[in-house]
């Protein structure tokens, strides 16, 4: 008489098919869209595809984040490297030398560290998308763009 998956009692026997209780995913589910934890709806229950999906889900968001900070890491180098650019001086020429005057020429610096910081920030939203989703929901949530493919393919 408990809810398998949260441990709640049922207050009454129910046999409709939406049940009054709240339904959300198992924990693997949940914990698979943090980067790099995956493996856990694989390791709970390989062969049932509501795991399989949220594996694949969180396999996906894994491989963005890697690809979004190795790009992210590889500009900061070769700006640092190669073209003498510094991350201190653009922030203090940023915030501290503003001036009415000025503020043409560091349009460019603004609008980069907006995009930058957007890009940075993508699979960070979509990590926490995905727990939010999963906690009150029980349908794994679709990152944009590559959560349509299939990397981890269902049994058949």
Known sequence: RFCGSCGMPFEYDYAGPNPPWPRHLPLSCILAYVPFLFWLPLAADRR?????????????????????????????????????????????????????????????????????????LAPLVNSLCGVFHGMGSDRPYRIPVFGRFQLIRSKR
């Open 48 to 120: 049932d595809p509501l795991h399989r999906r949220c594996a694949n889900q969180g396999l996906w968001l894994t491989v963005t984040s890697v690809i979004y900070y190795a790009g992210l890491f590889a500009v900061w180098f070769l700006l640092n490297r190669y073209a003498g650019v510094y991350w201190a001086e653009v922030c203090r020429t940023l915030f501290l030398n503003w001036t009415p005057l000025n503020w043409r020429s560091k349009l460019p610096y603004m609008l980069g560290a907006q995009v930058t910081l957007a890009f940075a």
